[in-house]
């Protein structure tokens, strides 16, 4: 009978995982307003590489790639080894205050971050007064800094995330590695690119890997903060899936192929990520 303890989760991964996926790939191969569907085969495909707005998505969230996860791990790096210091007080209340925004409201975050950053909000009066802007920031009526927006709220959200893997990663190192460089003359910045970096490689591959998936699917803060504008300045590709499945005219069937094009992206990025990893390695 121990057969049945595989036999059955295998029919539940089989049945929520594999069959949706499988389902999805088969409705991408139609089209048609709601659910009045005709089978067009590789045609949402084609119009995918003519689709502007779904240009500009796959535009807008590469720009958050590779912008946000270079600095969220750099960041989740330094805090992880500062927090880590045994002579460092109050650590726990350090890690938690940084850990803190992974376990917050998404809506609730959003509409903070949109007071913040408003025309007239307190990120736009403190940058005056200490005389770093003459004119209020266009946060949420620029394009560029309405991007920049998206990736400071990603940043502020995730980094304490990821710094909880450096962490538990660093506590597993052997303490007399370091104590073997600083004898031999090893300054601290020395330590973190000699030793630090490369003990921790593995969890940094991973961290990156995890981050760029999470990326590719963003959907909450630009639905929430820009509400992807001004025009498609913010718009991520999940949100253009949302739109095309429930703000535009239903079609489903290329909304099935956008989320598939995901798939790709997500596919060919964590090869290369796997593959610089082994060849630092």
């Known amino acids: 009978m121990s057969w049945m303890f595989v036999i059955i989760p295998t029919f539940f991964i089989v049945l929520f995982y594999f069959y949706p996926m499988i389902q999805a790939f088969w409705l991408s191969l139609h089209s048609g307003a709601g659910v009045n569907l005709d089978f067009v085969g590789g045609a949402n495909y084609q119009r995918l590489f003519n689709d502007q707005a779904f240009i500009a998505a796959v535009r807008n969230t590469f720009f958050y790639l590779i912008f946000q996860i270079p600095l969220m791990i750099i960041l989740a790096l330094i805090f992880s080894v500062v927090l880590n210091q045994k002579t460092l007080k109050f650590k726990g209340i350090f890690r938690t205050i940084v850990f803190l925004p992974a376990i917050t409201s998404l809506v609730a975050y959003s509409l903070v971050f949109r007071y913040l950053f408003a025309n007239n909000g307190i990120i736009n009066q403190f940058l005056m007064f200490i005389n770093i802007i003459d004119s209020p920031i266009m946060w949420l009526g620029d394009p560029f800094w309405a991007r920049v927006l998206i990736v400071i709220a990603i940043t502020w959200r995730w980094t304490g995330y990821n710094m909880i893997f450096y962490l538990s990663a660093l506590q597993n190192i052997d303490p007399g590695i370091y104590e073997a460089a ?60 949302y739109n095309l499945s429930f703000e535009y005219t239903p079609n489903f069937g290329y909304a099935a192929a956008v989320s598939y094009s995901i798939v790709v992206f997500v596919v060919i990025l964590s090869i290369i990520q796997f593959r610089v990893g082994r060849e630092r390695k």
């Open 182 to 241: 600083r004898i031999d003359g090893a300054n601290a910045i020395q330590q973190f690119f000699k030793i630090t970096i490369p003990m921790l490689r593995p969890v940094i591959l991973f961290t990156s890997i995890t981050s760029t998936i999470g990326t590719l699917q963003l959907f909450d803060e630009p639905m929430n903060i820009t509400g992807g504008g001004p025009g498609n300045a913010t718009m991520s590709i999940s949100q253009y899936i």
